[in-house]
Nanobody, 120 residues
Framework: QVQLVESGGGLVQAGGSLRLSCAASGSIFSFSAMGWYRQAPGKQRELVVSITSGGSPNYADSVKGRFTFARDSAKNTVYLQMASLKPEDTAVYYC??????????????WGQGTQVTVFS
């Protein structure tokens, strides 16, 4: 059973930075895609960044230039480095990983979520 364990959320002042981590129970390159979503109170879950195996990160327009996706295969961990944070970035952040058969996603795994709160 795949597990994704997130850490790194917290309370930060606007303009500050945080780094979220997502540790996988297996090799991150066994997944066809990984990324991060977020969900603010009363809003739908939105995609923050996604990356396919061997591809480049695709960022939501709202975070381009401020957020950076990174991965450490030796640690089976992916990261979301967040800079120039704004109050509207406040949300629960979830990492995900897809297991696919060709173009078909067989299963999507989710982390437990980590709260990010940005105050002005």
């Amino acid at each position: 059973q795949v597990q994704l364990v997130e850490s790194g959320g917290g309370l930060v002042q606007a303009g500050g930075s945080l780094r979220l981590s997502c540790a996988a129970s297996g090799s991150i390159f066994s997944f066809s895609a990984m990324g991060w979503y977020r969900q603010a109170p009363g809003k739908q879950r939105e995609l923050v960044v996604s990356i396919t195996s061997g591809g480049s990160p695709n960022y939501a327009d709202s975070v381009k230039g401020r957020f950076t996706f990174a991965r450490d295969s030796a640690k089976n961990t992916v990261y979301l480095q967040m800079a120039s944070l704004k109050p509207e970035d406040t949300a629960v952040y979830y990492c995900y990983a897809d297991s696919s058969d060709g173009p078909i996603v067989l299963k999507r795994y989710w982390g437990q979520g980590t709260q990010v709160t940005v105050f002005s």
